[in-house]
Nanobody
C-alpha cells in the first residue's frame, strides 16, 4: 500500500477552476492506477476520474468530461485533478485512491489505499 495526501480543496464560485493534488509515498508509484472519487453530502463515494500507471489511459465520469482533467507526474509521485467550470453539483469531499494494477477501474471497493479527503465547495 501507499500513503496518500490530498491538497488543493477550497471554497470557490460557480465557473471557477481548482486543481487538486495527491502525493504518494513509496518508490513504485508508477505501478499504481490512480483515481479521484468524491462524496457529496448524503451520497455514496463515486468515481470521478482515473489514470493508469504510465498516464496514457484516462477515464472520466460523464458529468465531468470536458471539464476535469486528471494527470500524473511519476517523478514526483503526484496525481492532479484540474477542475474547470465548477458548479454547485461538484461540491463534495474529494478523495485520491491507489490500486496496484495496470488498469483503471471505477469501483471504490477495488482500491487499496485512500487519502484523507479534501473539501471542495462551489457556491452559486
Amino acid at each position: 500500500q501507499v500513503q496518500l495526501v490530498e491538497s488543493g480543496g477550497g471554497l470557490v464560485q460557480a465557473g471557477d477552476s481548482l486543481t487538486l493534488t495527491c502525493t504518494a509515498s513509496g518508490r513504485t508509484f508508477g505501478s499504481y492506477a490512480m483515481s479521484w472519487f468524491r462524496r457529496a453530502p448524503g451520497e455514496e463515494r463515486k468515481f470521478v476520474a482515473g489514470i493508469n500507471g504510465n498516464g496514457d489511459t484516462t477515464l472520466y465520469e460523464d458529468s465531468v468530461k470536458g471539464r476535469f482533467t486528471i494527470a500524473r507526474d511519476n517523478a514526483k509521485n503526484t496525481v492532479y485533478l484540474r477542475m474547470n467550470a465548477l458548479n454547485p453539483e461538484d461540491t463534495a469531499v474529494y478523495y485520491c485512491a491507489a490500486l496496484l494494477s495496470r488498469y483503471v477501474v471505477r469501483g471504490a471497493d477495488d482500491y487499496e489505499s485512500w487519502g484523507q479527503g479534501t473539501q471542495v465547495t462551489v457556491s452559486s
